[in-house]
């Protein structure tokens, strides 16, 4: 989550980038799911995780390309 902390105090974030610093937020929740707690990922779970990363990476490539 220290990811998420380093891109709101580094990146002026607007409604969008809110969103998106969400999006990564719930990515890597899930991944601290299943590599500290062991759970597996059902078809649904990947399914959202999916959604979190489609709507997360427009937003950082047009950060990446300022």
Do not use: C, T
């Amino acid at each position: 989550m220290a990811a998420v902390d380093l891109i709101k105090e580094v990146v002026e974030l607007d409604e969008p980038g809110k969103r998106a610093a969400g999006h990564l937020a719930r990515i890597i929740e899930q991944k601290n799911s299943v590599a500290y707690n062991g759970d597996i990922f059902s078809r649904q779970d990947v399914d959202a995780l999916w959604k979190h990363l489609e709507r997360y990476r427009p937003w950082v490539n047009v950060i990446l390309r300022r």
